[in-house]
């Protein structure tokens, strides 16, 4: 079974990839705010779940048709959103710019975060260090990218058609 990590992990190598960045794990943990070793973990489950093939001649393939049907229809299922009170931490969902002008929201949303510069409704990241690895290494694409999956996890029908058209793009930009 996939964990939120993994999730992150193919995002950030997607983003590596447009980007023209080597792949290495040392990189990726540090990136990711994991260990080398939850890097490879994952890349095994990502591999199990046929989202990623790896070659010892072309190395890394991702599966996208498989990847974005599973987030776009899996994803709210099997890592649902959860909301709490609110408090200081990194902008997510409606939030974010890339959606914020397609998307009209009373209320920000925040991954908590205690040195974050936003304040907002909390939302469960898909992985417990995703803020701290924002903050670590900022990337404003991926911050994109998992804001996105945050607007599936969070959203109706129509935030999802929206969340998932753009996410559609930047996946095969």
Same mark, same amino acid.
């Given at each position: 079974?996939?964990?939120?990590?993994?999730?992150?992990?193919?995002?950030?190598?997607?983003?590596?990839?447009?980007?023209?960045?080597?792949?290495?794990?040392?990189?990726?943990?540090?990136?990711?705010?994991?260990?080398?070793?939850?890097?490879?973990?994952?890349?095994?489950?990502?591999?199990?779940? %046929?989202?990623?093939?790896?070659?010892? $001649? &072309?190395?890394?393939?991702?599966?996208? *048709?498989? /990847?974005?049907?599973? @987030?776009?229809?899996?994803?709210?299922?099997?890592?649902?959103?959860?909301?709490?009170?609110?408090?200081?931490?990194?902008?997510?969902?409606?939030?974010?710019?890339?959606?914020?002008?397609?998307?009209?929201?009373?209320?920000?949303?925040?991954?908590?975060?205690?040195?974050?510069?936003?304040?907002?409704?909390?939302?469960?990241?898909?992985? %417990?260090?995703?803020?701290?690895?924002? $903050? &670590?290494?900022?990337?404003?694409?991926? *911050?994109? /990218?998992?804001?996105? @999956?945050?607007?599936?996890?969070?959203?109706?029908?129509?935030?999802?058609?929206?969340?998932?058209?753009?996410?559609?793009?930047?996946?095969?930009?």
């Amino acid at each position: 079974m996939l964990k939120g990590q993994d999730i992150a992990l193919v995002m950030k190598i997607i983003v590596s990839q447009q980007l023209g960045r080597q792949l290495e794990y040392a990189v990726l943990a540090y990136e990711l705010y994991i260990s080398q070793s939850e890097v490879s973990k994952g890349m095994l489950r990502l591999e199990k779940a %046929k989202v990623i093939s790896r070659y010892p $001649d &072309r190395g890394l393939e991702i599966h996208k *048709h498989a /990847l974005f049907e599973m @987030l776009v229809h899996g994803l709210k299922y099997f890592m649902t959103a959860e909301l709490n009170i609110e408090q200081r931490g990194t902008l997510t969902a409606y939030s974010t710019p890339c959606v914020k002008t397609k998307i009209v929201s009373q209320h920000a949303y925040v991954w908590p975060y205690i040195n974050g510069q936003d304040k907002g409704i909390s939302l469960t990241p898909l992985y %417990k260090t995703l803020p701290k690895a924002l $903050d &670590r290494f900022p990337d404003e694409c991926f *911050h994109e /990218l998992m804001s996105l @999956l945050d607007l599936i996890r969070l959203g109706g029908s129509r935030e999802i058609k929206i969340a998932s058209e753009i996410l559609e793009k930047k996946i095969w930009a």
